[in-house]
């Protein structure tokens, strides 16, 4: 489930970025403090690759 919301965050995120163009990357807006925060959880939680290697080692894989 971590997997996957965070994946889908990034997503979301990084849509809403590209639908805002330059201004998705200016502070005033929040749809960059929206992307920083998703890139913090990223790596806070660990990276996608790291959590999959993880879910294979509990899989027995």
């Given amino acids: 489930?971590?997997?996957f919301a965070s994946?889908?965050?990034k997503r979301?995120?990084?849509q809403a970025v590209q639908i805002h163009g330059g201004?998705?990357?200016m502070d005033e807006y929040p749809v960059s403090r929206y992307w920083?925060?998703?890139k913090v959880n990223e790596i806070g939680e660990g990276?996608?690759?790291v959590?999959?290697?993880v879910i294979?080692?509990?899989?027995?894989?």
């Fill in 23 to 25: 201004y998705g990357f």
């Fill in 1 to 3: 489930a971590k997997l």
């Fill in 56 to 61: 294979a080692k509990h899989l027995g894989c």
């Fill in 47 to 49: 990276t996608s690759e």
């Fill in 7 to 9: 994946e889908t965050a």
């Fill in 36 to 38: 920083r925060s998703v």
């Fill in 51 to 53: 959590q999959r290697m």
């Fill in 12 to 14: 979301a995120a990084d």
